[in-house]
């Protein structure tokens, strides 16, 4: 049974630092790409960022590029959002996400597991 589970999200002043982690078990997880998803409530998916399977390429949406680094340590069978420079626009519910493929999709839909989500909100 594939299962993803999200750890480290939390209240954060405008300005902070988060670091989420995604624990995989059930599957092959070198073999997978593997994103970061997040909603708000009321909106629709947001793709974040995206790491290949092996890990050599990553990706990220405009709005967080520079302030977010995505990592996996397929040893650990582990995902990472080191997030820094966070604002109240980054607060949002995050997702663990995966497909097997090599490459990453920014496509939420594209991606058939999925974690249970890890709140993240930034405010002073």
């Known amino acids: 049974e594939v299962q993803l589970v999200e750890s480290g999200g939390g209240l954060v002043q405008p300005g902070g630092s988060l670091r989420l982690s995604c624990a995989a078990s059930g599957f092959t997880f070198s073999s997978y790409a593997m994103s970061w998803v997040r909603q708000a409530p009321g909106k629709g998916l947001e793709w974040v960022s995206g790491i290949s399977s092996g890990g050599g390429s990553t990706n990220y949406t405009d709005s967080v590029k520079g302030r977010f680094t995505i990592s996996r340590d397929n040893a650990k069978n582990t995902l990472y959002l080191q997030m820094i420079s966070l604002t109240p626009e980054d607060t949002d519910v995050y997702y663990c996400?995966?497909?097997?493929?090599?490459?990453?999709?920014?496509?939420?839909?594209?991606?058939?597991?999925w974690g249970q989500g890890t709140q993240v909100t930034v405010s002073s």
């Open positions: 996400v995966a497909a097997r493929t090599a490459s990453v999709t920014a496509t939420p839909t594209m991606y058939p597991y």
